[in-house]
């Protein structure tokens, strides 16, 4: 987590690398997801006991757009996060939000290897989740992206994932910018300069668990 000057340095010095394609005009790009939580609720109590192999499952679009939908599992083991998603259509994921049955049966369809955890914990839709990214990638085989998640915000009202907009509650304000940076191997060394100097510590920050509190 970085406050708002510490924001404005790092965009500084970050202007060198290209920003994600997907950001529009403004510089950033709106997610918006639909996370599912089982009839125990053991996502938030997983993130919250700091269970280290844990798995969610998402539906996710990008700036609000309906023609581009995944259907996500969400992998942590250690520090290591892995996905696998799969685009599916407005229609399959209005009858999957709406159907339970329909959705845990397409979940063990989709990832099969979660099939038996699945079939234990049964998934239905839980809470809406949507924020303003800022992103900077490389497109090389290490995929450094560095990101900014902005105004984050969410609602359990789930009927409200293809509407234009939601009833918010903040998460975080214009203050606060959750700062990630992701790659496949390594950080270079450029980059851990640059972002040496910042007095802040690595945090664990869920935005689902957040938001379910």
Not at 40 to 47: A, H, M, R, T, W
Not at 54 to 83: M, P, Q, W
Not at 126 to 137: D, G, L, P, T
Not at 142 to 150: G, P, S, T
């Amino acid at each position: 987590m970085i406050d708002i000057f510490q924001y404005k340095i790092l965009k500084s010095r970050l202007q060198f690398l290209p920003k994600d394609p997907h950001c529009k005009k403004t510089g950033y790009y709106t997610v918006r997801s639909l996370y599912l939580e089982d009839i125990l609720g053991n996502s938030k109590f997983e993130k919250d006991s700091g269970i280290l192999n844990r798995n969610k499952f998402r539906f996710r679009t990008y700036n609000n757009s309906t023609e581009f939908i995944l259907l996500e599992n969400k992998a942590k083991v250690g520090d290591l996060i892995h996905k696998k998603s799969l685009k599916i259509t407005k229609e399959l994921t209005t009858d999957l939000i709406t159907d339970r049955n329909l959705l845990n049966a397409t979940l063990k369809k989709v990832f099969p290897d979660l099939k038996y955890e699945i079939s234990q914990k049964f998934y239905s839709p839980k809470v809406i989740i949507e924020y303003k990214r800022e992103a900077y990638a490389t497109l090389d085989q290490n995929n450094l992206r560095i990101n900014f998640d902005k105004l984050i915000n969410s609602t359990i009202d789930t009927s409200l994932f293809f509407k234009s907009s939601t009833p918010q509650k903040l998460i975080t304000n214009s203050q606060n910018i959750v700062l990630e940076i992701k790659y496949t191997h390594y950080i270079p060394d450029h980059i851990k300069f640059l972002l040496s100097p910042l007095e802040s510590s690595r945090i664990s920050f869920s935005k689902y668990a957040n938001s379910i509190k």
